[in-house]
């Protein structure tokens, strides 16, 4: 069906044309023009070749893609909501898969929370709704100053595993570090099966340097010295240094098959560090289950040369040519749910049902 014609507008950036043709393809409609390319100063050129005034308007954009770093998609999907907005468009939906800066959600030391800064630009661009999926911290949605809909991908990689897993009742659900327990937790219970967690991968701890953190010494004013109490002297309760304990699961994975369950896999090293433990411990067959398969870098090598058999995950993010630099990486179609998450916001439908089930520390 023509866009123009059903009154949902629907363009797909650079980051991943496949997904949103197939999301086009469930929806019965076409994508609408437009055209999205750089200057020869490496500026970001749009041209929208349909009229948006008083229309709904989505758009695709992961945070990633093959050929397009994070920054450069940002940028697209900033300049292209912009436009529909100046163009008197009714609603902005952004709809992105793989939502970038999740993993700065935190503010570390001196730093900032660049999470929060995409947020208010996003906002600012014109966006009026956010559709998005497996956010890396749920909170995230409390940067925004619109609805955003956090779905879930997880009931695709359980049908997998159900579908696609020989013998998967003689597997064990594995947190690859305590903080994924909770994600874990989900999939065990879900499928029946028993849990294990990868306790010890923990990261180093700064060592203590002189920039600027301490209390500066007592200073001398008018040849005399100040009349306070340095912090030393105060006897302040401080908690010992960490140590990294020694890599160690807990539970049992001997003669079973081990599914690590995460949210994403960027760079890989940890998994293999975590597949290496399992098959030491006895697992035989070891599978890894992730939302977004960023996989930069090396990491197709790493997998490929490790004890990791397959890398299943979903298409948020495109993986075209890392499949061809690794045999082990499975793909899950998550494109039916966002077809239908678009389809029930632009009916006025409640988005209750994608969330079925879902309890809410999922």
């Given amino acids: 069906m023509n866009p123009s014609q059903s009154g949902i507008i629907v363009f ?15 929806l019965g409609i076409e994508l ?22 008083g229309k709904d308007v989505y758009i695709i954009q992961s945070g990633l893609g093959e050929s397009l770093d994070v920054n450069d998609a940002l940028m697209e999907l900033f300049i292209v909501a912009y436009a529909c907005r100046t163009a008197c468009a009714k609603r902005i939906i952004g709809v992105i898969p793989y939502l970038p800066y999740s993993k700065q959600a935190k503010m570390n030391k001196r730093g900032s929370i660049p999470s929060k800064l995409v947020a208010s630009l996003m906002c600012r661009a014109g966006l009026t709704n956010i559709i998005t999926v497996d956010l890396h911290a749920k909170e995230i949605q409390g940067f925004y100053d619109a609805p955003v809909d956090n779905l879930r991908a997880s009931p695709f990689l359980v049908q997998y595993i159900t579908e696609k897993v020989a013998d998967y009742r003689n597997a064990v659900i594995i947190a690859r570090n ?14 029946r099966l ?12 700064e060592s203590e340097q002189l920039d600027g953190r301490q209390s500066p010494p007592p200073t001398l004013v008018e040849g005399r010295r100040f009349a306070s109490v340095s912090i030393d002297s105060m006897s302040l309760p401080g908690f010992l240094p960490k140590a990294k304990p020694p890599i160690n699961v807990v539970g049992d994975v001997g003669g079973k098959i081990a599914i690590i369950v995460d949210d994403m896999i960027d760079e890989a090293e940890s ?11 006895g697992a035989y067959k070891i599978l890894v289950m992730v ?16 004890a990791i058999d397959e890398v299943v995950i979903t298409n948020t993010v495109s993986h075209d040519t ?8 499975r793909t899950v179609d998550i494109s039916s749910l966002l ?13 209750g049902y994608l969330f079925r089930n879902v309890p809410l520390e999922d």
């Fill in 271 to 281: 998994f293999v560090n975590a597949a290496k433990l399992l098959k030491d411990r």
């Fill in 32 to 53: 609408a023009a437009c055209s999205v390319g750089k200057f020869q100063n490496q500026e970001t050129s749009v041209k929208i070749g349909i009229s948006v005034r």
């Fill in 12 to 26: 797909s950036l650079n980051s991943n044309k496949d997904l949103s043709e197939k999301i086009a393809r469930k």
């Fill in 291 to 306: 939302t977004h398969g960023l996989l930069s870098a090396d990491a197709p090598e790493l997998i490929e040369e490790s």
């Fill in 322 to 329: 890392k499949m061809t630099r690794c045999s082990k990486i």
């Fill in 339 to 351: 077809a239908e998450a678009i389809r029930r916001i632009h009916n006025g439908e409640s988005m």
């Fill in 178 to 191: 305590p903080g994924s327990a909770i994600r874990a937790t989900s999939f065990a219970e879900r499928l």
């Fill in 194 to 205: 028993g849990l294990a967690v990868i306790h010890g991968e923990q990261k180093e701890m």
